[in-house]
């Protein structure tokens, strides 16, 4: 099956989904049957929770370790199967391996397979991100053949600049597969309108559900569209699979005019960088702690 395609619009999913910890190959098995089952409700592009393939509760770097896997993998591989079947693409949160390095990351895989990859850069302390190196590469964006997409993971949706950078790379898109537990409820609940509001881009922010390590995934999967609008909020606690409708043209119109000479608003454009100096100065905080 292939999905009918409209150069003006995309259809995107958002899979808010549990996984078992240190399962790699049950889990793998869930969300081939999800992209399937998304890809058989019209999307083009699916997007799974933040460490979905291994789970995200470890207590060691040796136990997350052990279910990294290099990318592309044979896990990544059988995901990219079935974009082939379908003509999709799919990113999907696990633990990566480098040689002896370790990363929290994000693969983009489509109908030929490993088309990028993204490596978390903002590292909080907790669950496999304890043991996790900082990710090393550059913020990328992606073309997908009309929808241009970059990637984020989880606690680097609390930093702007992040997004702010997808944005002036030609992001029409930002993906962030995440893991909020109980605590994170606030960012659940504003990331996606504030980045997608900040940068007149479409948001896209997938949770995973259920119980792991002493923690509650909460859900509250959202997605929002460039002038900040949600466009849905997923349940709490409960699986869900869930599309909306991204038009990467109107993304790209950055400057929004209500009224002519009159009321007009350009949040991307009209930034003063030459302001922006202390951003770059590694300013250090009582507390602070470089990871």
Same mark, same amino acid.
């Given at each position: 099956? %292939? ?8 259809t ?6 549990g996984?078992?910890l240190?399962?790699r ?5 869930t969300i081939?049957?999800k992209?399937?089952q ?21 207590d %060691?770097?040796a ?5 990294a896997?290099?990318?592309?993998g044979?896990n990544?591989?059988a995901i990219?199967?079935?974009?082939? #079947? $379908?003509?999709v ?8 391996k480098?040689?002896d390095r370790?990363?929290?990351?994000c693969?983009?895989?489509?109908p030929?397979?490993?088309?990028a990859s993204y490596?978390?850069? $903002? ?13 090393d590469r550059?913020?990328a964006? $992606?073309?997908?053949g009309?929808?241009n ?5 989880c ?8 997004s ?6 030609g992001?029409?898109?930002v ?7 109980t605590?994170? #409820?606030?960012?659940?609940t504003?990331?996606?309108a504030?980045?997608?509001w900040?940068? $007149? ?6 949770? #995973?559900?259920?119980?792991? %390590?002493g ?11 460039y002038?900040g ?10 699986e869900?699979?869930?599309?909306v409708e991204?038009a990467p ?13 009159t009321?007009e608003?350009d ?7 030459d ?13 602070h702690?470089n990871?």
């Amino acid at each position: 099956m %292939s999905t009918s395609v409209s150069p003006n619009l995309w259809t995107v999913a958002g899979v808010q989904m549990g996984c078992k910890l240190g399962d790699r190959a049950a889990n793998v098995k869930t969300i081939c049957a999800k992209l399937e089952q998304a890809a058989n409700h019209g999307a083009r592009l699916v997007v799974f929770p933040e460490c979905i393939v291994s789970g995200y509760g470890f207590d %060691s770097r040796a136990e997350a370790m052990a279910n990294a896997e290099t990318l592309p993998g044979q896990n990544t591989d059988a995901i990219s199967a079935v974009c082939a #079947r $379908h003509g999709v693409w799919a990113v999907v949160g696990l633990l990566e391996k480098a040689g002896d390095r370790l990363f929290n990351s994000c693969a983009l895989l489509g109908p030929s397979g490993l088309v990028a990859s993204y490596r978390k850069l $903002h590292l909080p302390c907790l669950g496999a991100d304890r043991f996790t190196d900082p990710g090393d590469r550059p913020f990328a964006v $992606h073309d997908l053949g009309g929808l241009n997409i970059g990637m984020n993971i989880c606690f680097d949706g609390s930093f702007p600049e992040s997004s702010r950078i997808l944005t002036l790379l030609g992001a029409d898109l930002v993906v962030l597969p995440t893991n909020w537990a109980t605590n994170a #409820r606030t960012m659940a609940t504003l990331v996606s309108a504030c980045r997608s509001w900040e940068n $007149h881009i479409y948001y896209l922010a997938v949770n #995973r559900v259920g119980e792991e %390590s002493g923690f509650r995934y909460i859900g509250l999967s959202s997605a929002a569209d460039y002038l900040g609008n949600v466009l849905h909020w997923a349940p709490e606690n409960e699986e869900s699979i869930f599309t909306v409708e991204v038009a990467p043209r109107a993304a790209r119109q950055k400057r929004v005019v209500t009224c002519a000479g009159t009321y007009e608003i350009d949040r991307v454009n009209w930034r003063r960088p030459d302001m922006y100096g202390p951003l770059l100065e590694g300013a250090v905080f009582e507390g602070h702690q470089n990871r």
